[in-house]
Structure formats: structure tokens, C-alpha cells
């Protein structure tokens, strides 16, 4: 009840009756009056006018269940949501969820990992209260062999909301994190399940570097934040609730051909890597080559000085700058 009335209060442009929350609830006056005085707790401003109702006047930055649950507007992406205060890794927890029958669109969050997990066996540093790290979890139908792609649709919800919500253009360094002026702001760990030919679960972990942090010496100058490079405040909720509208849209561009045809041009529009020369290093041997952008199946198109195309696979290799990160 409690996010419900929360996304009453927000959607009401002005005052809500107390009786149209008793009435729409079954509760009684006193029921709904104790919500609300758990959500003043919480901080949220709530004026209360005898013969009006209850109005909204501040939207403090919450990162909760609640503030969450009553902000989804999407059909199925984020609808079932399960927040910790602190969990080892979201991904960890969507695998384990998905095995005791969460459906698909569960989204798992944490403000605070104590495990949390990058790519390539990396750790994910994921203090509490600064940033945004989340999972979600998907039941697809189609053949394990195109679930790689899963994590450029992901890359270009996050990219559009990023940018939409910091003001300025995010932009995406092949295949799957967010750049800022250059610097990564957001990293996507893809993990999935499969038995024989089918699909069990994919779980999409995405973590987003939102308020102002220093970052390990390695890292310098290579990562940033949200509201370092924007000088924005950034509502952690606002963002994920944007990213989980753009995804769910995304997505269905994505099974209508269950390639990235209908996503690709925007994807290669967001493209840091486009047209500029990269260095592909690829275990069987490292080469250069000037970046055309993603073809429908998500490869990287490179022409090499002979004027040959190669097209890269996310997999096993790793795409940079020739003079750096991008
Ligand atoms: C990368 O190395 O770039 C990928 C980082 C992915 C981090 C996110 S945070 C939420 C989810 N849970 C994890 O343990 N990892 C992912």
C-alpha cells in the first residue's frame, strides 16, 4: 500500500482525498494516515489540509522499495522488484531467484554490494548510498546463440537514459559500457543459464557510477560518475526507472527480429568507437583498424589498412583506443 500511495501522490497534479484513499484501499482513515506519516519519516514532504487531502511538496532523493515500486511505469521490465539494503552481488541473487520460479522481468537491486562482480573475473567496487546496481533478469525464448545481444539493448536503454537525465550525450564504447567525456561511467555483466538448446534465465547486471567517488589508482582518469561530468544532482530512482522504460521498449524492437536491425542505427549513432581507430586484441592476434559501427549481430565492424573487414565478437575480445581507453 505503501508504494501505491506514493504513485497516487505523484501522479495527482495538487491534493488527493483521504476518503479516495480509504475508498480506493478498503482501509480506514487511520491506515492511510499511518502510511503517510511513515513516508514523512522517510523524509518525503506530504502536506496534509483537512477538507483537501494530501499533497506532495518535496521528492527527496530515496532509494528505496517503495520510492522504486511507485515510480515503474513499465508493463513487465522492473514490475517485480526485490531491493537489499546490502546483498553480496544482484546477479548472484537474480540466478538464484530465477531458479525458484521468479519470473521474467525480475529486477533485483542493491544499494550496496559486498560482492560485487565486473567482467573478465573482475570485482565490481560497490559502496553504499553512491551508485546504482542492479539486475535483471530475463526468460527469453530464442536460442542461447543470440543472448550476447542482449547486452548492447541494455548498453542503448542505459545510454539513452544517461544522457536524458545528466543533459548530455552519453555515448557507448563497444559492446557494452557508458561513456562520459570519454570516461566509463556504467559497466554490464551479461551471465546466463542454459540447458541443451534452450535458454533458462539471462540475468543483465548493470552497475552505474552516479555521485561523486575517488576511484582506485588503475582507474584514474579512465572512470567518472554521473554528477562529476554532468554537475547534476542524479536521483539514483529516476535514472533506473528511465533505464527499465527505455529497455522494455528496446527490447521489443529487439525480439520483433531477434537481431539488433531495428536498434542499430541509434546503437552506432551512440558509438564512441565509430570511425575512430581502434586497437582489436584478439587472443589469436592484436590488429588495428578504423571502427564502422555494429552490423545486426552486434560485431563490431573494423576495415584494417588493406582494406579488409573484420567483424569482432564481443566474447573473447577487447576493443581500445589506439591512444587509450576510447
Ligand atoms: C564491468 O566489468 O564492466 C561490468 C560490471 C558490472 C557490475 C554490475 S553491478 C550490478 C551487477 N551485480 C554484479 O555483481 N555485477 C553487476
Redesign the pocket.
Known amino acids: 500500500m505503501k508504494s501505491e500511495i506514493l504513485s497516487f501522490l505523484r501522479k495527482t497534479d495538487g491534493y488527493i482525498s483521504g476518503q479516495e484513499l480509504c475508498e480506493h484501499f478498503g482501509v480506514t482513515r487511520a491506515a492511510v494516515w499511518k502510511v503517510i506519516d511513515g513516508l514523512k519519516k522517510e523524509g518525503y514532504g506530504i502536506e496534509a489540509v483537512t477538507g483537501r487531502g494530501y499533497r506532495l511538496t518535496s521528492l527527496p532523493d530515496i532509494f528505496s522499495a517503495e520510492e522504486l515500486e511507485s515510480r515503474m511505469c513499465t508493463e513487465w521490465a522492473g514490475r517485480n522488484l526485490v531491493f537489499y539494503a546490502s546483498t553480496g ?4 541473487q537474480a540466478k538464484l531467484l530465477a531458479e525458484e520460479g521468479a519470473p521474467t522481468g525480475t529486477l533485483v537491486v542493491a544499494d550496496q ?1 559486498t ?5 573478465r573475473g ?1 570485482t ?1 567496487t ?1 559502496p553504499a548510498g553512491r551508485n546504482l ?3 535483471l533478469l530475463l526468460k527469453p525464448d530464442f536460442v542461447p546463440d543470440k543472448a550476447s545481444m542482449l547486452t548492447l539493448v541494455m548498453a542503448h536503454a542505459v545510454q539513452s537514459a544517461v544522457t536524458e537525465v545528466c543533459g548530455m550525450q552519453a555515448q557507448i564504447k563497444w559492446p557494452n ?1 557508458i561513456v562520459l567525456n570519454g570516461k566509463k561511467v556504467t ?3 551479461t551471465e546466463m543459464s542454459v540447458q541443451g538448446e534452450y535458454i533458462q534465465h539471462v540475468v543483465i ?3 552505474v557510477n552516479v555521485k561523486e567517488q575517488e576511484f582506485v589508482p588503475e582507474l584514474e582518469g579512465k572512470a567518472t560518475s554521473l554528477e562529476q561530468e554532468s554537475g547534476r544532482q542524479i536521483s539514483r530512482a529516476a535514472l533506473l526507472e528511465k533505464i527499465m522504460e527505455n529497455f522494455e521498449a528496446d527490447y521489443a524492437l529487439f525480439l520483433k527480429k531477434q537481431n539488433l536491425s531495428l536498434l542499430m542505427e541509434a546503437y552506432n549513432a551512440a558509438l564512441v568507437n565509430c570511425g575512430r581507430e581502434v586497437r582489436v586484441l584478439d587472443p589469436a592476434g592484436e590488429y588495428t583498424g578504423i571502427a564502422q559501427g555494429i552490423n545486426e549481430k552486434g560485431e563490431l565492424c573494423v576495415k584494417t589498412a588493406d582494406g579488409k573487414l573484420k567483424k569482432v565478437y564481443a566474447g573473447e575480445v577487447s576493443v581500445r583506443g589506439v591512444y587509450g581507453y576510447v
Open positions: 552481488s544482484t546477479n548472484i554490494q560482492q560485487g562482480r565486473g567482467r573482475r565490481w560497490s546496481y542492479f539486475t559500457d559497466g554490464i555483466l547486471g548493470v552497475g
